[in-house]
């Protein structure tokens, strides 16, 4: 299977956290499935460091290479579908994150329950 990480799964993992569930590092760690980091994580998780909300790994982008997640570029097919979802959401890196799944087919891996209202396939773990 394909899954695309929301970016609290991702730090989780990176950071070996706790408040990841065993199921879900199972998940990840699989070499039968195809596990998808979004450009739009990367952003989100250099916004938050720069305002001081969040303390990530210092060079992400190494500890990706190392982790075997495929980075996920954003393209003009998943801006556009941005457009197309209902404001259940109002996160603009979580409905990118849905667009994406949506556009490419994949199960998005989340504790985010307001997920749930797009018609996007789920994994829902609990932190």
């Known amino acids: 299977m394909s899954f695309l990480l929301d970016t609290h799964i991702l730090l989780w993992f990176l950071e070996n956290d706790s408040k990841l569930s065993n199921q879900v ?3 990840i760690t699989n070499p039968e ?3 998808f980091v979004s450009a739009i994580s ?3 998780i250099s916004i ?3 305002l001081g909300k ?3 790994p210092s060079n992400l982008e190494e500890a990706l290479r190392f982790s075997r997640l ?3 570029a954003i393209t003009l097919a998943h801006g556009i579908k941005v457009a197309d979802l209902p404001m259940y959401h109002k996160d ?3 409905r990118m994150l849905i667009a994406q799944a949506l556009v490419e087919g994949l199960t998005i891996i989340t504790v985010d329950q307001k997920f749930k209202f797009y018609d996007v396939a789920l994994l829902i ?3």
């Open 25 to 27: 590092r199972k998940v």
């Open 54 to 56: 969040l303390i990530a």
């Open 92 to 94: 603009p890196f979580d």
């Open 48 to 50: 938050k460091q720069s």
């Open 125 to 127: 773990t609990e932190s």
């Open 70 to 72: 495929e980075v996920l």
């Open 42 to 44: 990367a952003w989100e």
């Open 33 to 35: 499935n195809l596990i």
